[in-house]
């Protein structure tokens, strides 16, 4: 099919869907049903499920017990995990099987909080000034209840869909490595969680000034790459010292890192979040945006400088993220380490930024060492009946407000998802203020308003993926999807 024949049905199957079947979403849900999520966020942020401060299974075992008084029998509820500490949970919720089961996932564990850092206790829910704080409000945990919440409201009211809804909450997507949830699952249990689609963090809406700007969704990612910058020295008395000094070799290294920018450039999903972003900005980066999506690398310049995450978002980048050197007070330095953490864009190897990264060093003494195996995941499709669910969901809660696919910086297991061929899409329907987004930093924070829409916007959007209607079938019959990766 050509793609202009693609892009053709695209439009024309999110314009029909739009219109079929409109419902008007009330800002909120029922007050019993805010309370729930509540009560379920709040037990979900106070168990401590730090990589290695805390456990995951508390919290798996915590909505495990809500399923089960729900009524939901052992047979549709899995806990487990690769060690005790690590459990994962996965529920189904049984619908016709006229469709392919859609995967719900967000991740229970967090990255470390010290409370010496924090202004308040990082692992109690609190509500101050219109906000919930606490480590892990952003960065899962909100999705995480709001799912199991919603699960047990589908469940009350006697929804039957024309899919099973498995939502899977996991261990270790911050830690990574063996205990991971959905490397473990994915290996071991790949039928517990086997999807046509999933559903998981990485997109969220953007505000500014108070304004919501996007409703994000994610179909890309980049991959994480680590190395080690490794100077090695015979040392000495530290009474006599050398010019030739490791910590000083490093130092040296960093400092040139530092100086340096990988390429600017955009993909097919980027320059469509720049087009798009250039519809909606109306400030003096409009115009630049616009060349952005059209490649104008002195623009791209100028709209990498005014944000970071416009930065992120048009080059791999590479930064020092730990050091370590000597061994005594009173010695020369026998060894110097720094481990420097990659964002790495879809289409960028490791083998050049590994490449680049030794030309960038300039100095044979300063070795850089790969750590770990790490891999690029593909794109997921852009399916029409996907982004017509979400602009659904979205014009009905947020009139105006457009859907935006992008790639986000970060990391997420869906990644993990779409190598092993199950298309993930990163939604959420809660807003963060972009200049203010705290995940993984002191006194994380959701506008508990935008929690309530949340719940809201993504009760509204699981249903409607959940039935069947005409156009959507058509849609996918055949696997017809509108993808990037197929122009």
């Known amino acids: 099919m050509s793609t202009m024949k693609k892009s053709h049905l695209f439009y024309l199957t999110l314009i029909v869907l739009l219109d079929f079947g409109r419902v008007s979403a009330q800002t909120t849900r029922p007050d019993a049903e805010r309370k729930l999520a509540h009560d379920i966020y709040k037990e979900f942020v106070e168990i401590q499920s730090g990589f290695t401060t805390g456990a995951t299974t508390p919290v798996a075992e915590a909505a495990a017990a809500r399923l089960r008084a729900a009524g939901f029998p052992e047979s549709d509820i899995f806990v487990g995990g690769a060690v005790p500490k690590k459990s994962n ?45 606490g480590r892990g409000t952003g960065d899962d945990k909100a999705q995480a209840a709001l799912w199991i919440a919603n699960l047990l409201q589908y469940k009350k009211e006697g929804f039957k869909p024309d899919r099973d809804i498995i939502v899977a909450l996991t261990a270790d997507e911050e830690g990574g490595g063996p205990y991971n949830g959905v490397a473990w699952l994915l290996k071991n249990h790949r039928d517990l969680i086997d999807s046509e689609f999933a559903l998981n963090e990485g997109g969220w809406g953007e505000s500014a000034g108070g304004k919501k700007i996007s409703n994000d969704l994610q179909v890309s990612e980049k991959y994480v790459v680590n190395f080690r910058l490794e100077v090695r020295n015979k040392g000495g008395h530290s009474s006599m010292p050398v010019a030739d000094n490791a910590i000083y070799r490093l130092a040296a290294a960093l400092q040139r890192l530092s100086n340096f920018g990988f390429p600017l450039k955009t993909n097919e999903v980027t320059a469509a979040y720049f087009q798009q972003m250039a519809k909606i900005e109306s400030g003096p980066m409009k115009e630049d945006l616009a060349r952005v999506g059209k490649g104008s690398q002195e623009a791209m310049q100028r709209v990498a400088a005014a944000s970071p995450a416009w930065n992120a978002t048009l080059r791999t980048t590479c930064v020092a993220t730990l050091l370590e050197g000597g061994h005594a ?6 060894l110097a380490t720094a481990t420097v953490n990659c964002r790495v864009l879809p289409e960028d190897s490791v083998e050049y930024v590994q490449t680049t990264l030794r030309k960038v060093v300039a100095d044979d003494q300063v070795e850089v060492k790969l750590l770990g195996e790490p891999a690029p995941g ?22 105006g407000v457009p859907v935006v696919p992008i790639m986000v910086m970060g990391a997420t297991d869906g990644k993990a998802l779409r190598i092993a061929g199950i298309p993930t899409y990163g939604v959420q ?5 972009r200049d203010d987004i705290r995940f993984h930093g002191r006194d994380e924070r959701v506008a508990v308003q935008s929690f309530y829409e949340g719940q809201a916007f993504l009760y509204d959007l699981v249903k409607t993926l959940s039935k069947t209607t005409p156009v959507a079938q058509a849609a996918a019959h055949n696997g017809r999807f509108y993808s990037p990766q197929q122009n």
């Not at 995967?103 to 990255?111: E, T, Y």
């Not at 007070?329 to 026998?334: D, E, S, T, V």
């Open 89 to 133: 949970i996965v529920v189904r919720y049984h619908g016709t099987g006229a469709l392919k089961p859609v995967l719900l996932l967000a991740h229970i564990d967090v990255v470390e909080a010290k409370r010496e850092d924090w202004s308040m206790d990082p692992f109690q829910l609190n509500e101050r000034d219109g906000f919930f704080y």
């Open 329 to 334: 007070m009173n010695a020369l330095p026998q």
């Open 378 to 399: 593909p794109a997921s499709a852009q399916r029409p009946d996907v982004l017509a669910a979400v602009s659904r969901a979205t014009e009905a809660l947020w009139p």
């Open 429 to 433: 329907g809660i807003f963060f203020d």
